[in-house]
């Protein structure tokens, strides 16, 4: 008997997953316990393995795709077995071709025929719409000619936009019956660009006019054209000017318009080199204005931007982040820190052999102290109570190659220097491998975040919901200080508190960090 798998929940926060990789194919045999596939959830990529065991009938979530949690991931049962019944109408019409009214055709974009008053076979093809913002086209070259046979496929003319010139394809076969719009002429998108029909097929009373029900040749039933009402040709007056007429009007191609306007160029500056002394895209890019009889030099570049699909982490600390930020009303204290005694204290630690703590060791074992003598800090807000947490659970945030993430030191108040280092080298390796799971990040009851190794002097965070308060670290700065009434050189790090102002008062966060400062200042404090 066929069983449906949907998208497991493989977290607590997990609302949508996406498939990174299937290891398994449709037609599969699938034993009890073989891994089916590779999900990215909002914090790590985990392997997904069957409970069932059978034959991969169908998945229904192909690679790269994201879903939400219970929809139909895939069917396993007997190799034979008809899975039809199981599948919805979405999942079955998903294999089959959209109806004609919901399908968005390149044939439909960029040509329309008139089925009810054309001649049997014709096609009129109109300027076709080759960019969002373009309005207007200008036909290059033509590559075919009247008379000449058109596959389907056949490039038919390039085209002149306002961002570049293109290739424009025919999408019917027959014969160049007329060409509405000849080289360098300029018209309106949905203008008559050509028409495709039989050979010898009469198209002389064809133009650029609206065509209309009551266009259709007398001996055609009008009851008819009302069923089908026929799809119109924008009408385009065409203004020729000859080449002894003395208007001021300039010509130029919509793209050369374009560039002009971004570069500020005036149209009457320019002599044209196109027909009829058209001003065209070369005209504007070889343009060189005097200044004082100087050429001054003209940079040129590309603007462009490359598109990186947001990944599910990405896509949830966002989310979360943007609900911490509007939601708790964040506000921040800061203070300077004499990093002396730590720094003599950590090398006298370090001296001893298989002993290496970091200063953020330090800095974590600090505030799991200090939160113990602040619980207020170490509280979470609800609509109906706050909650403050007996137990202390600091998270670090770890940059990994798709965003941040926050593993959990769990009871890090009893934790030694040693104990914290050890754990957070572990747990922040797994985070960057995306090894680490869910259980590993959750429950955290305050956060530090240090980007002090890059040379960050001072920052502030957003705080890690549904904990109170973060605390941002900065670098270990050399400078001038005062000590004992003297001028000399010490060492500071800057560290900011942020807080959510619902749960920690201002006096609160002072004086939790005022804690901090001694611990930091006199580590030995740490070790009674």
């Given at each position: 008997?066929?069983?449906?798998?949907?998208?497991?929940?493989?977290s607590d926060t997990m609302e949508e997953g996406t498939v990174a990789t299937w290891l398994k194919k449709v037609g599969?045999?699938?034993?009890?316990?073989?891994?089916?596939?590779?999900?990215?959830?909002?914090?790590?990529?985990?392997?997904?393995?069957?409970?069932?065991?059978?034959?991969?009938?169908?998945?229904?979530?192909?690679?790269?795709?994201?879903?939400?949690?219970?929809?139909?991931?895939?069917?396993?049962?007997?190799?034979?077995?008809?899975?039809?019944?199981?599948?919805?109408?979405?999942?079955?019409?998903?294999?089959?071709?959209?109806?004609?009214?919901?399908?968005?055709?390149?044939?439909?974009?960029?040509?329309?025929?008139?089925?009810?008053?054309?001649?049997?076979?014709?096609?009129?093809?109109?300027?076709?719409?080759?960019?969002?913002?373009?309005?207007?086209?200008?036909?290059?070259?033509?590559?075919?000619?009247?008379?000449?046979?058109?596959?389907?496929?056949?490039?038919l003319a390039e085209i002149e936009t306002d961002k570049a010139t293109m290739e424009f394809e025919s999408f019917y076969?027959?014969?160049?019956?007329?060409?509405?719009?000849?080289?360098?002429?300029?018209?309106?998108?949905?203008?008559?660009?050509?028409?495709?029909?039989?050979?010898?097929?009469?198209?002389?009373?064809?133009?650029?006019?609206?065509?209309?029900?009551?266009?259709?040749?007398?001996?055609?039933?009008?009851?008819?054209?009302?069923?089908?009402?026929?799809?119109?040709?924008?009408?385009?007056?065409?203004?020729?000017?000859?080449?002894?007429?003395?208007?001021?009007?300039?010509?130029?191609?919509?793209?050369?318009?374009?560039?002009?306007?971004?570069?500020?160029?005036?149209?009457?500056?320019?002599?044209?080199?196109?027909?009829?002394?058209?001003?065209?895209?070369?005209?504007?890019?070889?343009?060189?204005?005097?200044?004082?009889?100087?050429?001054?030099?003209?940079?040129?570049?590309?603007?462009?931007?490359?598109?990186?699909?947001?990944?599910?982490?990405?896509?949830?600390?966002?989310?979360?982040?943007?609900?911490?930020?509007?939601?708790?009303?964040?506000?921040?204290?800061?203070?300077?820190?004499?990093?002396?005694?730590a720094m003599a204290s950590r090398a006298a630690i370090n001296s001893a052999p298989d002993v290496k703590i970091s200063?953020?060791?330090?800095?974590?074992?600090?505030?799991?102290?200090?939160?113990?003598?602040?619980?207020?800090?170490?509280?979470?807000?609800?609509?109906?109570?706050?909650?403050?947490?007996?137990?202390?659970?600091?998270?670090?945030?770890?940059?990994?190659?798709?965003?941040?993430?926050?593993?959990?030191?769990?009871?890090?108040?009893?934790?030694?220097?040693?104990?914290?280092?050890?754990?957070?080298?572990?747990?922040?390796?797994?985070?960057?491998?995306?090894?680490?799971?869910?259980?590993?990040?959750?429950?955290?009851?305050?956060?530090?975040?240090?980007?002090?190794?890059?040379?960050?002097?001072?920052?502030?965070?957003?705080?890690?919901?549904?904990?109170?308060?973060?605390?941002?670290?900065?670098?270990?700065?050399?400078?001038?200080?005062?000590?004992?009434?003297?001028?000399?050189?010490?060492?500071?790090?800057?560290?900011?508190?942020?807080?959510?102002?619902?749960?920690?008062?201002?006096?609160?966060?002072?004086?939790?960090?005022?804690?901090?400062?001694?611990?930091?200042?006199?580590?030995?404090?740490?070790?009674?």
């Amino acid at each position: 008997m066929a069983t449906l798998i949907t998208m497991p929940r493989l977290s607590d926060t997990m609302e949508e997953g996406t498939v990174a990789t299937w290891l398994k194919k449709v037609g599969d045999t699938v034993a009890e316990g073989d891994i089916l596939a590779e999900i990215e959830t909002d914090k790590a990529t985990m392997e997904f393995e069957s409970f069932h065991e059978g034959t991969l009938l169908h998945i229904g979530i192909a690679e790269g795709e994201t879903a939400n949690v219970d929809a139909l991931l895939a069917i396993i049962g007997d190799k034979s077995e008809d899975i039809s019944k199981l599948l919805s109408p979405d999942d079955q019409a998903s294999s089959e071709s959209e109806t004609p009214e919901h399908t968005n055709t390149a044939t439909e974009t960029v040509a329309a025929s008139v089925t009810t008053a054309l001649p049997e076979g014709v096609e009129v093809i109109t300027m076709p719409r080759l960019s969002d913002t373009m309005e207007e086209g200008t036909v290059a070259t033509w590559l075919k000619k009247e008379g000449d046979s058109i596959q389907e496929g056949d490039i038919l003319a390039e085209i002149e936009t306002d961002k570049a010139t293109m290739e424009f394809e025919s999408f019917y076969t027959g014969t160049l019956l007329k060409i509405g719009i000849h080289e360098g002429e300029t018209a309106l998108v949905d203008a008559l660009l050509a028409i495709v029909g039989p050979s010898g097929t009469d198209v002389s009373g064809i133009t650029g006019a609206t065509l209309k029900p009551e266009s259709v040749p007398s001996q055609e039933a009008p009851q008819e054209a009302s069923k089908t009402p026929p799809i119109v040709v924008s009408e385009v007056k065409t203004e020729a000017v000859p080449l002894s007429s003395t208007t001021q009007r300039v010509f130029a191609s919509p793209l050369a318009k374009k560039m002009a306007a971004d570069k500020g160029i005036s149209l009457n500056l320019i002599k044209g080199s196109g027909e009829n002394g058209r001003i065209v895209k070369s005209d504007i890019e070889n343009y060189q204005p005097t200044v004082g009889g100087a050429v001054p030099y003209t940079v040129v570049g590309t603007e462009s931007f490359e598109e990186i699909k947001n990944s599910q982490m990405r896509k949830t600390i966002a989310k979360r982040l943007g609900e911490s930020k509007f939601s708790a009303p964040h506000y921040y204290l800061t203070i300077e820190l004499d990093m002396d005694n730590a720094m003599a204290s950590r090398a006298a630690i370090n001296s001893a052999p298989d002993v290496k703590i970091s200063y953020n060791d330090m800095i974590v074992k600090a505030c799991a102290m200090a939160l113990r003598k602040h619980p207020q800090v170490n509280s979470q807000w609800t609509d109906g109570v706050m909650r403050i947490a007996k137990h202390i659970h600091v998270g670090v945030a770890v940059a990994v190659d798709d965003g941040l993430l926050v593993p959990v030191l769990k009871f890090a108040d009893q934790m030694t220097f040693s104990q914290i280092g050890v754990n957070v080298k572990d747990l922040a390796g797994k985070a960057r491998n995306k090894k680490i799971t869910p259980q590993e990040m959750d429950g955290s009851t305050f956060t530090v975040s240090n980007l002090g190794m890059f040379g960050i002097k001072e920052f502030t965070s957003i705080i890690n919901a549904p904990n109170s308060a973060i605390l941002s670290v900065g670098a270990i700065i050399q400078k001038p200080v005062v000590k004992n009434g003297a001028l000399a050189v010490g060492n500071t790090m800057t560290v900011t508190l942020a807080c959510d102002h619902r749960t920690v008062d201002g006096a609160t966060g002072a004086k939790f960090l005022q804690t901090l400062r001694n611990y930091i200042e006199n580590p030995v404090t740490m070790f009674v």
